[in-house]
Every structure is written in structure tokens, then in C-alpha cells.
């Protein structure tokens, strides 16, 4: 069975696609939903997906980066798979302490991690960030591709965009 097929298994027996009827965040409608954090949130599950994002990471990178929330625990587990450092990425400045968006190691060549990639915003915005501290970003792994854009607007900021599967391999499309 291939690592897309498993994956595929995996996503849909937790639950973590279902297919309906639903308004995403946006406000926009959508006959599938994607919640990552159902599967991840399964020892065995977090590790086949560390196991495969460890799998298909490019081997110049130091550290590893994601955004708050459903990135976090693939994060940590393809860090401790891959044994290298990585760094959590906040929607917003803290108001105090330090002011950072980030916490966590930053290296020189990082790999952003995120579980749902729909139009790309959220990666341009951590890679936004990363690039500022004077990071080196250009790939970003995600679990789930829906296919409605990221792919394209990633690569115009100069980011490979590498899915584990998209929502039309789960669909067997």
C-alpha cells in the first residue's frame, strides 16, 4: 500500500476529513473539511506522519518552523524524528516579554510545517516572518493540499509547496 493510500486511510478513519456540507473560516462553502489535529492527535498516526514529512524534507536544512496551533505537534515530532531543532510561530506578537512571533530555535535554513495548505496565506505569513529574522525559507510540508491556490502562490514568493497527499488523492480522483 503507498504512503499516499495509508495517509488517505489514516485522515479519513479518524475522522480528520469528512465530507458535507460546511462554512470554513473564511466564510466560504466547502463539501469536505480537513481537521489534521484528529489524526495527529494519534501516537501512531503523528509518527507515520513525522516518518514520511522527515521522509520527503530536503537535507540542507537546520531547523524546522510552524504556526500555532495544528502545526505544533507535527512539529515536535518530525524534530524528534529528524533531530533537529525547531521553532513555533505565533499568530500575533506577544504583548509582552520579548514582543517575538517566534519561540523556539531559528536557524539559517528552516522548513516550514503546516497541516492544512488551502490558499497559502498562513505559510506566506510564517514565511514572511522567518525571512525577516534573516532566515533561509523555501519549501513548506504540509499534511493535506486542498488545492485551491497555495501550490501557486507559494512558489511566487520562491516556496516549493510538498503535500503528503491532496484532497483529490483522498477523494480517489
Same mark, same amino acid.
Given at each position: 500500500?503507498?504512503?499516499?493510500?495509508?495517509?488517505?486511510?489514516?485522515?479519513?478513519?479518524?475522522?480528520?476529513?469528512?465530507? !458535507?456540507?460546511?462554512?470554513?473560516?473564511?466564510?466560504?462553502?466547502?463539501?469536505?473539511?480537513?481537521?489534521?489535529?484528529?489524526?495527529?492527535?494519534?501516537?501512531?498516526?503523528?509518527?507515520?506522519?513525522?516518518?514520511?514529512?522527515?521522509?520527503?524534507?530536503?537535507?540542507?536544512?537546520?531547523?524546522?518552523?510552524?504556526?500555532?496551533?495544528?502545526?505544533?505537534?507535527?512539529?515536535?515530532?518530525?524534530?524528534?524524528?529528524?533531530?533537529?531543532?525547531?521553532?513555533?510561530?505565533?499568530?500575533?506578537?506577544?504583548?509582552?516579554?520579548?514582543?517575538?512571533?517566534?519561540?523556539?530555535?531559528?536557524?539559517?535554513?528552516?522548513?516550514?510545517?503546516?497541516?492544512?495548505?488551502?490558499?497559502? !496565506?498562513?505559510?506566506?505569513?510564517?514565511?514572511?516572518?522567518?525571512?525577516?529574522?534573516?532566515?533561509?525559507?523555501?519549501?513548506?510540508?504540509?499534511?493535506?493540499?486542498?488545492?485551491?491556490?497555495?501550490?501557486?502562490?507559494?512558489?511566487?514568493? !520562491?516556496?516549493?509547496?510538498?503535500?503528503?497527499?491532496?484532497?483529490?488523492?483522498?477523494?480517489?480522483?
Amino acid at each position: 500500500m503507498s504512503k499516499h493510500v495509508q495517509i488517505s486511510e489514516a485522515l479519513l478513519s479518524t475522522g480528520a476529513v469528512k465530507f !458535507g456540507d460546511f462554512t470554513l473560516t473564511s466564510g466560504r462553502k466547502s463539501d469536505f473539511y480537513v481537521d489534521v489535529k484528529k489524526a495527529s492527535s494519534q501516537p501512531h498516526i503523528l509518527s507515520q506522519l513525522a516518518s514520511s514529512f522527515s521522509t520527503e524534507a530536503p537535507q540542507n536544512i537546520d531547523t524546522l518552523a510552524g504556526l500555532e496551533l495544528g502545526a505544533i505537534p507535527l512539529l515536535v515530532a518530525t524534530s524528534l524524528k529528524m533531530k533537529i531543532p525547531f521553532a513555533m510561530i505565533r499568530k500575533e506578537a506577544r504583548k509582552h516579554g520579548t514582543n517575538s512571533r517566534i519561540e523556539g530555535a531559528l536557524g539559517n535554513k528552516i522548513l516550514v510545517i503546516e497541516d492544512v495548505a488551502t490558499t497559502g !496565506g498562513s505559510i506566506e505569513d510564517a514565511v514572511s516572518v522567518l525571512r525577516e529574522e534573516g532566515s533561509e525559507v523555501d519549501t513548506a510540508l504540509v499534511v493535506v493540499d486542498r488545492e485551491e491556490g497555495a501550490k501557486e502562490r507559494l512558489s511566487q514568493i !520562491g516556496v516549493s509547496l510538498i503535500s503528503l497527499v491532496t484532497i483529490s488523492e483522498i477523494r480517489g480522483e
